[in-house]
Antibody, heavy 118, light 108 residues
Framework: QVQLVESGGGLVKPGGSLRLSCAAS????????MSWIRQAPGKGLEWVSY????????YYADSVKGRFTISRDNAKNSLYLQMNSLRAEDTAVYYC???????????WGQGTMVTVSS | EIVMTQSPATLSVSPGERATLSCRAS??????LAWYQQKPGQAPRLLIY???TRATGIPARFSGSGSGTEFTLTISSLQSEDFAVYYC??????????FGQGTKLEIK
């Protein structure tokens, strides 16, 4: 079945780094745009980053620009988020999501928790 | 940035009754609007896209309407499994997507 599975979350100190992964299955990964979306504890959803199907076009939310890097490996059906210079406000569940059409997120992973704390 | 504002923050409705949730955009998003349902401990689930098209497998009791800046999600006869948090999201300003702050639908 169509599925996204995130991994790589954990506890990290402020200023530290973490790399999230998202493994896709059940669909042709290379045909789809993808995004990362996060949700701080008890809060709403915040779009973080976008990558085109080929990886040639990338966008970031202002809150993570210059610190986070999105990438993909279509041969491995995988999406990544390299997070550097982490702050307490980056604490959240991070979801990868498939983009349907122009921008609805039709498939979501189960999420991976990132906690930034000393 | 397009700001999405949902109302009310919390809606209390009895099972079997109709629920109407609102979403307003700070500028026109045409029909480029989606609705999601999120239950505790779960990822969001796409309900509606294109303002009014139900996603695959979504029951007919869910319907969306509106265009421009004013949108509505209606659940015609609430089932126990419908009590959750609902988010709207615009994708007109692609790919700088923004979500509303959510409406919690609770049992009255």
């Amino acid at each position: 079945q169509v599925q996204l599975v995130e991994s790589g979350g954990g506890l990290v100190k402020p200023g530290g780094s973490l790399r999230l992964s998202c493994a896709a299955s059940g669909f042709t990964f290379s045909d789809y745009y993808m995004s990362w979306i996060r949700q701080a504890p008890g809060k709403g959803l915040e779009w973080v980053s976008y990558i085109s199907s080929s990886g040639s076009t990338i966008y970031y939310a202002d809150s993570v620009k210059g610190r986070f890097t999105i990438s993909r490996d279509n041969a491995k059906n995988s999406l990544y988020l390299q997070m550097n210079s982490l702050r307490a406000e980056d604490t959240a569940v991070y979801y990868c999501a498939r983009i349907y059409g122009e921008g609805a997120f039709d498939i979501w992973g189960q999420g991976t928790m990132v906690t930034v704390s000393s | 940035e397009i700001v999405m504002t949902q109302s009310p923050a919390t809606l209390s409705v009895s099972p079997g009754e109709r629920a109407t949730l609102s979403c307003r955009a700070s500028q026109s998003v045409s029909s480029n609007l989606a609705w999601y349902q999120q239950k505790p401990g779960q990822a969001p689930r796409l309900l509606i896209y294109g303002a009014s098209t139900r996603a695959t497998g979504i029951p007919a009791r869910f319907s969306g309407s509106g265009s421009g800046t004013e949108f509505t999600l209606t659940i015609s006869s609430l089932q126990s499994e419908d009590f959750a948090v609902y988010y709207c999201q615009q994708y007109n300003n692609w790919p700088l997507y923004t979500f509303g702050q959510g409406t919690k639908l609770e049992i009255k």
